[in-house]
């Protein structure tokens, strides 16, 4: 096993960049339940959920809610995407307010939009249309995970 730094909680950490970090170790079973990847799960969700990143080239918290597929970016599916296969508890507060923000934010015809941000970026084109259907599997894939 690897021996992971201590993480150096004076520095502004990027939700980015953990959040692409630990995607690498969730698909791997060998590392998806090791402790380091818990705390690292544990930092993402409690500090960065919903809220604006703490580095200057992404000021906003729309960036938690602009989807795409295949994953590129971290954002709120990708990290639940993650998250759920680390074995975190459906009944965690972090998780409950994610899960709520995707009842929420449902639209009418069950599907959800790729973007929710002030900008959007839903025309309704082919691309759109497709990318909505792949990221509305990933949100069931993630509910079934999480409540069975």
């Known amino acids: 096993m690897p021996t992971f ?4 909680k004076s520095k502004p950490s990027s939700h980015n960049w953990t959040g692409i970090i630990i995607r690498a170790f969730a698909h791997n079973p060998r590392y998806r339940n090791h402790p380091a990847t818990s705390k690292a799960v544990k930092l993402l969700k409690q500090s960065f959920f ?5 580095y200057s080239s992404m000021h906003d918290a729309d960036f938690w809610i602009k989807f795409d597929f295949p994953y590129w970016w971290n954002n709120l599916v990708a990290a639940l995407d993650f998250i759920s296969k ?4 459906p009944n965690d507060k972090d998780i409950i307010k994610a899960i709520n923000w995707f009842i929420d934010s449902q639209q009418e015809n069950g599907l959800w939009k790729i973007s ?3 900008k959007g970026v839903n025309k309704d084109t082919l691309k759109t249309r497709e990318i909505s259907h792949w990221i509305t599997l990933q949100i069931c ?4 995970r999480l409540f069975g």
């Open 50 to 54: 919903l809220k604006g990143p703490n």
């Open 5 to 8: 730094k201590v993480l150096d």
């Open 141 to 144: 894939l993630i509910f079934k």
């Open 116 to 118: 929710y941000t002030k």
């Open 86 to 89: 680390n074995g975190i508890s």
